[in-house]
C-alpha cells in the first residue's frame, strides 16, 4: 500500500509540474525523505499525509481510496471547499444548487428538481 500512495502522490506532483525539492522544502522535509516516501520504501505519517494534500490541493480521500472506487470527476479540492465555506449562505446554497443541476445532467436524468 506504500508503494501505492507514494506513487499516486508523486503523480499528483508531477502533473502539477512541482518538483520534489520545491515540494520537500515546502513540507519542512528532506528531498531524499520524500523520494523515499514516494517510492514507498519510508511509511508516511498522517500528519505529514495531511500536509502533503494540502500542498498538492487534493483530498486525501482522492490519494488513500482504490482506484476502483475513485469518481474523481466529482473530487473537490480542499482549496475549492475553503473557498466555498467563506461564502455566505445564500450564495453557498446556490453554487450547491448548481452542483446538483450539473450532477443530474451528468447522469443523463431526464428531469431535475427545481426546489
Do not use: F
Not at 15 to 36: C, E, F, K, Q
Request: aromatic share 4%.
Amino acid at each position: 500500500m506504500r508503494e501505492i500512495i507514494g506513487a499516486r502522490l508523486r503523480s499528483v506532483r508531477k502533473h502539477r509540474r512541482i518538483t520534489a525539492t520545491n515540494l520537500a522544502d515546502n513540507m519542512g522535509i528532506r528531498g531524499d525523505v520524500l523520494s523515499l516516501m514516494e517510492r514507498g520504501h519510508q511509511s508516511i505519517p498522517a500528519e505529514l499525509l495531511a500536509d502533503w494534500c494540502l500542498a498538492l490541493d487534493i483530498s486525501a480521500n482522492a490519494i488513500l481510496t482504490p482506484e476502483s472506487d475513485q469518481n474523481s470527476a466529482y473530487e473537490i479540492a480542499p482549496s475549492t471547499m475553503q473557498r466555498l465555506s467563506e461564502l455566505s449562505t445564500p450564495y453557498r446554497k446556490l453554487v450547491l444548487q448548481h452542483l446538483d443541476l450539473v450532477y443530474a445532467l451528468a447522469q443523463g436524468e431526464q428531469t431535475i428538481d427545481k426546489a
